[in-house]
């Protein structure tokens, strides 16, 4: 969660130090990079983002955290990274009005890059940095949270607390399921539509493993495992009702959320077919086998393992199987930060 702030005390810093705009990407990259050392000192790896990769870090922390930084209201342009470079330098001659955000009796002619009242960086920072959120950094973040996502999960969560362990879904939080009707309905979308498309990737690995075999010998143990596992799958997909995925439409363009016009044609294909059969033929359910074929072979034309015995040699005997939990590891463990924040 600290990497919330540890991106505008960084971006704060290139600000004072007047970074030309051609130069801010670079310098950028350089404090990023130096925070790993420090983080690491501190006797932590768990959540350090570029911990192994180091210079070769695809994703910084800046362009991971940047979607939160706007929706949390922390960068107060809500504009993209890449347009806060290209201002840099006009925006950086317009934080003027900065020092009276707090009196409501002055009229602010120009808006701050960053929120006002954001708590400053430790002293020490960056030569030292560590995880642990001070308490009034947290207060500050769980206001954020509760103003700027208020009616979701995530701010209820942010208030209460979460207990459902890490390796788990949010769905199974106690706190989660005392939360407001809406809250728990979307909740209950997301657990449904966890569930029914779990089969998916149970029945592309199971067609892979098939195909090995022929093309390339083997014995039948990995066959067997997945019909096993598609038969567990299939026994809770039978115990619940048949699932729409209209309602998740619906929520998704409430949101915003463009959802893809072929996924959309193929997750509602996979709900009319298992609704026509038993969920337990879903191995040799011809329609359903070629529905997942011709889904990978339009993603990856070619280089479709199923239609290329080259590239299947590089399955590794797992691809993509488990329930989708929609990130709920990495937020279970900004809530916990944010939470012992809280109890400092």
Same mark, same amino acid.
């Not at 002293?123 to 308490?135: G, I, K, M, V, Y």
């Not at 939080?173 to 149970?202: K, N, Q, T, Y």
């Not at 690995?205 to 596992?229: K, M, S, V």
């Not at 989708?324 to 930060?337: A, C, N, S, Y």
């Given at each position: 969660?600290?990497?919330?702030?540890?991106?505008?005390?960084?971006?704060?810093?290139?600000?004072?130090?007047?970074?030309?705009?051609?130069?801010?990407?670079?310098?950028?990259?350089?404090?990023?990079?130096?925070?790993?050392?420090?983080?690491?000192?501190?006797?932590?790896?768990?959540?350090?983002?570029?911990?192994?990769?180091?210079?070769?870090?695809?994703?910084?922390?800046?362009?991971?955290?940047?979607?939160?930084?706007?929706?949390?209201?922390?960068?107060?342009?809500?504009?993209?990274?890449?347009?806060?470079?290209?201002?840099?330098?006009?925006?950086?001659?317009?934080?003027?009005?900065?020092?009276?955000?707090?009196?409501?009796?002055?009229?602010?002619?120009?808006?701050?890059?960053?929120?006002?009242?954001?708590?400053?960086?430790?002293?020490?920072?960056?030569?030292?940095?560590?995880?642990?959120?001070?308490?009034?950094?947290?207060?500050?973040?769980?206001?954020?949270?509760?103003?700027?996502?208020?009616?979701?999960?995530?701010? !209820?969560? =942010? &208030? $209460?607390?979460?207990?459902?362990?890490? @390796?788990?879904?949010?769905?199974?939080?106690? *706190? %989660?399921?005392?939360?407001?009707?809406?809250?728990?309905?979307?909740?209950?979308?997301?657990?449904?539509?966890s569930l029914h498309v779990e089969g998916m990737p149970l029945l592309y690995n199971l067609l892979l493993a098939e195909r090995f075999r022929t093309e390339h010998g083997g014995d039948e143990a990995p066959i067997d495992r997945?019909?096993?596992?598609?038969?567990? !799958?299939? =026994? &809770? $997909?039978?115990?619940?009702?048949?699932? @729409?995925?209209?309602?998740?439409?619906?929520? *998704? %363009?409430?949101?915003?959320?463009?959802?893809?016009?072929?996924?959309?044609?193929?997750?509602?294909?996979?709900?009319?077919?298992?609704?026509?059969?038993?969920?337990?033929?879903?191995?040799?359910?011809?329609?359903l086998r070629s529905l997942i074929e011709n889904r990978e072979r339009r993603l990856k034309g070619p280089r479709a393992r199923l239609c290329n015995p080259a590239r299947l040699l590089d399955w590794n005997g797992r691809v993509?199987?488990?329930?989708?939990?929609?990130?709920?590891?990495?937020?279970?463990?900004?809530?916990?930060?944010?939470?012992?924040?809280?109890?400092?």
């Amino acid at each position: 969660m600290r990497y919330a702030l540890f991106v505008p005390w960084i971006y704060r810093q290139l600000e004072a130090g007047r970074v030309a705009a051609s130069d801010v990407s670079a310098q950028l990259q350089k404090a990023e990079l130096d925070l790993i050392g420090p983080l690491l000192e501190n006797g932590t790896s768990q959540g350090v983002i570029g911990e192994r990769s180091r210079g070769s870090l695809a994703r910084r922390p800046s362009s991971v955290y940047w979607t939160a930084l706007v929706r949390w209201g922390l960068f107060m342009h809500e504009r993209p990274q890449g347009w806060y470079h290209t201002h840099f330098a006009s925006l950086v001659r317009g934080r003027g009005a900065e020092a009276a955000a707090d009196d409501p009796g002055i009229v602010q002619t120009r808006q701050p890059n960053w929120h006002p009242r954001m708590p400053g960086p430790p002293a020490t920072f960056p030569q030292e940095a560590s995880f642990d959120l001070t308490r009034n950094e947290a207060v500050f973040l769980q206001g954020r949270l509760e103003e700027r996502c208020a009616g979701t999960l995530l701010a !209820w969560l =942010a &208030r $209460e607390g979460p207990d459902a362990p890490a @390796d788990g879904c949010f769905w199974q939080d106690s *706190a %989660a399921r005392h939360a407001p009707a809406d809250i728990r309905d979307r909740m209950e979308l997301a657990r449904r539509f966890s569930l029914h498309v779990e089969g998916m990737p149970l029945l592309y690995n199971l067609l892979l493993a098939e195909r090995f075999r022929t093309e390339h010998g083997g014995d039948e143990a990995p066959i067997d495992r997945y019909r096993q596992e598609i038969a567990e !799958w299939a =026994a &809770r $997909e039978s115990e619940e009702d048949s699932h @729409d995925p209209g309602p998740l439409w619906s929520f *998704a %363009a409430s949101r915003k959320v463009r959802v893809p016009g072929p996924q959309r044609l193929f997750v509602e294909a996979w709900s009319r077919r298992l609704a026509d059969i038993d969920p337990a033929t879903l191995p040799d359910d011809l329609e359903l086998r070629s529905l997942i074929e011709n889904r990978e072979r339009r993603l990856k034309g070619p280089r479709a393992r199923l239609c290329n015995p080259a590239r299947l040699l590089d399955w590794n005997g797992r691809v993509g199987v488990g329930r989708m939990t929609f990130r709920w590891g990495r937020v279970h463990r900004m809530l916990l930060d944010l939470h012992e924040g809280l109890a400092a």
